[in-house]
């Protein structure tokens, strides 16, 4: 069965301590892996799209990486802004995208 | 254009009625995917359409859901019966199908409707 499985449940860092997300996943066919951003009562943000193992993407203080089996998303001096849950997802054959658990991530100034 | 729209952005009511939201996606979006989302929970998918053609519906949905798009523009996603277990938000997003670059199938979220049945 396709699953994506994200780690941690949640993440509490200070300012400025940087740290990374992980989602792994078993799919039978892979057509992109996405990262989005979701604030509390608002639909996800789209952050990232990868598409083949040793990809790597930046924006501002993210930095989204992709092996065969799991992707990274690494955060460097995070901001309280930064607080938000962090949503994996990958596209299967079809078009059909499947979401993990997702990483809520507290910073603290 | 201002993204995607869905309405109500709440509904209460009690079990056993019917409900029904509405999503209007990107204009230019030809395909349209419902999502239900539970507390704590990633987005759950529940189906998604190609213009007005529903390509898939998760087996999870039972035969109280069943969602629309006539005309390839907007779509409804209707829940008979309601179910305390049906609380949750409900998400529609949209995409557009194309062939590469860095917006490829990205997929667009509307704000969520959010359902409590009590």
């Known amino acids: 069965e396709d699953q994506v499985t994200q780690s941690p449940e949640a993440l509490r860092l200070q300012e400025g301590e940087s740290s990374s997300l992980n989602c792994s996943y078993t799919?039978?066919?892979?057509?992109?892996l996405f990262w989005y951003r979701q604030d509390p009562g608002k639909g996800p943000e789209f952050l990232f799209t990868?598409?083949?193992a040793g990809e790597e993407k930046e924006k501002e203080r993210l930095k989204a990486t992709l092996t065969k089996k799991e992707s990274f998303l690494h955060i460097t001096a995070p901001k309280p802004e930064d607080s938000a849950t962090y949503l994996c997802a990958v596209r299967l054959g079809g078009f059909k995208t499947i979401f993990g658990a997702g990483t809520r991530l507290f910073v603290k100034a | 254009d201002t993204g995607v729209s869905q309405d109500p952005r709440h509904k209460i009511t009690k079990r056993g009625q019917n409900v029904t939201f509405r999503c209007d996606p990107i204009?230019?979006?030809?395909?349209l995917y419902w999502y239900r989302q539970t507390l704590g929970q990633g987005p759950e998918f529940l189906t998604y359409f190609q213009n007005e053609a529903q390509l898939e519906k998760s087996r999870l949905l039972s035969d109280r859901f069943s969602a629309e798009r006539p005309k390839g523009s907007f779509s409804t996603l209707e829940i008979q019966r309601t179910e305390q277990g049906d609380s949750a938000m409900y998400l529609c997003?949209?995409?557009?199908?194309?062939?590469?670059?860095?917006?490829?199938?990205?997929?667009?979220f509307g704000a969520g409707s959010r359902l409590t049945v009590l």
């Open positions: 990868l598409y083949s």
């Open positions: 997003a949209s995409s557009l199908l194309r062939g590469g670059g860095a917006g490829a199938n990205v997929l667009t």
């Open positions: 204009s230019e979006h030809n395909r």
């Open positions: 799919v039978s066919g892979l057509r992109g």
